[in-house]
């Protein structure tokens, strides 16, 4: 019963946090600290920093 509870628990927190997700986004972004944190993590993440330097740094036919 109570591993049923705490799944159920764990199903409505990830819920919440989905539909609220770009207003966490929003306060993320805002305080400095951690979105030097958010940054650092992302450029170790290898397909995100590779997509971003990718785009980043291609070159456009003018």
Request: proline share 2%; aromatic share 10%; net charge positive.
């Amino acid at each position: 019963m109570r591993f049923l509870m705490n799944m159920v628990l764990i199903g409505v927190g990830l819920m919440v946090m989905y539909q609220q997700r770009f207003r966490i986004m929003r306060y993320v972004i805002s305080v400095g600290i951690l979105r030097r944190l958010m940054v650092r993590i992302g450029m170790n993440l290898p397909g995100l920093r590779e997509k971003l330097f990718q785009t980043t740094f291609s070159r456009s036919a003018l």
